[in-house]
């Protein structure tokens, strides 16, 4: 089911929608661009947030760029308990709505 090459169909996203496509493209360049927070460190940030949703599109296209942006691979270690410890965390947290008083 998960396949890169399936990245291809955006193109038909793009025909089939071509306004709110091209403003969503416009959206993703200006958030991921570097301002007061680097690229690489948007890039891992996008890596935690890939793995919190379990998107493997996004693992793989923003683990790739956070290297091509200078992170390391302990970086990205760092990165995958973080998004790991913040999983369980909620999963904790939420846990709580399942008690009673």
């Not at 991921?32 to 996004?58: D, F, W």
Request: aromatic share 6%.
């Amino acid at each position: 089911m998960y396949d890169m090459k399936n990245l291809k169909k955006l193109k038909s996203l793009d025909a089939g929608a071509p306004e709110p496509m091209k403003a969503f493209w416009a959206f993703d360049k200006a958030a991921m661009a570097p301002g007061a927070i680097p690229a690489k460190y948007k890039e891992l940030m996008a890596v935690a947030v890939a793995l919190t949703t379990q998107c493997p599109y996004c693992i793989q296209i923003h683990s790739d760029k956070a290297r091509e942006a200078g992170a390391s691979e302990q970086e990205i270690s760092e990165v995958v308990v973080v998004a790991a410890a913040l999983r369980a965390g909620a999963a904790i947290t939420h846990g709580t709505h399942a008690l009673k008083e």
